[in-house]
């Protein structure tokens, strides 16, 4: 059996938590969830579904077991990436039994993907990403390290996105796009043209602000 421990006890760990057992119930994944680690609880609770708080972040250190693996459950990308270069311990895919994922998709260790998601032929997903609720990353794309895909965004074939880039809630990209590394795009935006790094950008077309 596999011990998972996440990281985050805030809401979008509570939808990781829902990854997990949902696997565990439909597929019959021999998992169990140890608890969440979170610095924002001074005492350890009992936090959603039965599921303890068990300290913050210091007990990572304390724990030595090979069945143990860890997924952190935080929306923010540069925390993740950080804590992620923190901590020498094994890390957790958390895939949704309800999505749609190719054969030929290659997905980097502790990403998530949720509920409802499409990923389509020959797409990359690198570490520690979030495929959020309801997306669609369509064919030949390069997602790297610590994005974040928003719920009901739709990436079309041949885009690339960098590292630490979010994309916002229903945004559309078209096919052939490169989005940089730690650039945001705003919710509900179309993007029809290439984006750099280092960008906010938004609207319909999406621009550089």
Request: no cysteine.
């Given at each position: 059996m596999k011990n998972i421990i996440i990281i985050g006890a805030g809401g979008h760990g509570k939808v990781v938590a829902d990854i997990i057992l949902q696997r565990r119930k439909d597929l019959g994944e021999d998992i169990k969830i140890k608890g969440f680690l979170d610095d924002n609880f001074e005492t350890k609770e009992v936090y959603?579904?039965?599921?303890?708080?068990?300290?913050?972040?210091?007990?990572i250190n304390k724990i030595d077991d090979h069945n143990t693996y860890f997924i952190i459950a935080i929306g923010d990308n540069l925390v993740r990436e950080n804590i992620a270069k923190s901590y020498q311990v094994k890390y957790y895919t958390a895939i949704h039994p309800e999505a749609i994922i190719s054969s030929s998709v290659k997905i980097g260790e502790g990403t998530v993907v949720m509920a409802n998601a499409v990923i389509n032929s020959c797409t990359h997903i690198g570490k520690h990403c979030i495929i959020n609720t309801g997306s669609i990353v369509e064919h030949d794309n390069v997602i790297?390290?610590?994005?974040?895909?928003?719920?009901?965004?739709?990436?079309?074939?041949?885009?690339?996105?960098?590292?630490?880039?979010?994309?916002?809630?229903?945004?559309?990209?078209?096919?052939?796009?490169?989005?940089?590394?730690?650039?945001?795009?705003?919710?509900?935006s179309v993007v029809v043209n290439d984006i750099g790094d280092?960008?906010?950008a938004f609207g319909v077309p999406c621009k550089e602000r």
């Open positions: 959603y579904l039965d599921i303890p708080v068990l300290g913050t972040l210091d007990e790297d390290d610590y994005v974040h895909i928003s719920p009901d965004v739709a990436l079309a074939g041949n885009v690339k996105v960098g590292k630490r880039t979010w994309i916002g809630i229903g945004t559309s990209v078209i096919q052939g796009i490169t989005i940089g590394s730690d650039t945001i795009i705003g919710a509900g280092n960008k906010k």
